[in-house]
T-cell receptor
């Protein structure tokens, strides 16, 4: 079993919809959680960075972490065609630990 | 791409040949990383560096070596390429400040025939 599970999709939604992307994990030591966006044939781009449980909002994006359930989410409001990409979750344990564990990514398409 | 360039961007080579990929950064970051990305596996850490001449292994280091003789350059070498090393390779740097997360370069697409 992988430490981080992420539904690969593909996920297609109409423009303007709210998108929910999720990851589950098994390692209770994970404390730092990230979401990356990756356009086709490009490098991953950091979207959100959160520590421990709770919510964090940045524009149309909201990241949620529920450590009790070992579950993290990324919500995209008012989705745009430019949001079409693969979204990767990543996480690690203590500060300074160099090992990021990634999900396999969810491919998202926003239909105009 | 966080001031990171990778070269070459694409390479096709044959089994058994040596290959070196270069990562170059312009912002004096101390930590640099090499990852590979494969379908069904996500991104996996190969090696990382925490300073000039200071490197350590990641989770998939077999068959790879690295060198860092200057702060700005981190080289990844496949001593004798195999078909299983066909992948997309990403270099990353650790951001500065309170958030120590990682920022990625544009990637190198390597095909080993």
């Amino acid at each position: 079993q992988k430490e981080v599970e992420q539904d690969p999709g593909p996920l297609s939604v109409p423009e303007g919809a709210i998108v929910s992307l999720n990851c589950t994990y098994s390692n209770s030591a994970f404390q730092y959680f990230m979401w990356y966006r990756q356009y086709s044939r490009k490098g991953p781009e950091l979207l959100m960075y959160t520590y421990s449980s709770g919510n964090k909002e940045d524009g149309r994006f909201t990241a949620q972490v529920d450590k009790s359930s070992k579950y993290i989410s990324l919500f995209i409001r008012d989705s745009q065609p430019s949001d079409s990409a693969t979204y990767l979750c990543a996480m690690r344990s203590n500060f300074g630990n160099e090992k990021l564990t990634f999900g396999t990514g969810t491919r998202l398409t926003i239909i105009p | 791409d966080a001031g990171i360039t990778q070269s070459p961007r694409h390479k096709v080579t044959e089994t058994g040949t040596p290959v070196t990929l270069r990562c170059h950064q312009t912002e004096n970051h101390r930590y640099m990383y090499w990852y590979r990305q494969d379908p069904g596996h996500g991104l996996r850490l190969i090696h990382y560096s925490y300073g000039v001449k200071d490197t350590d292994k990641g989770e998939v280091s077999d068959g790879y070596s690295v060198s860092r003789s200057k702060t700005e350059d981190f080289l990844l070498t496949l001593e004798s390429a195999t078909s299983s090393q066909t992948s997309v390779y990403f270099c990353a740097i650790r951001g500065q400040g309170n958030t120590d997360t990682q920022y990625f370069g544009p990637g190198t697409r390597l095909t080993v025939l």
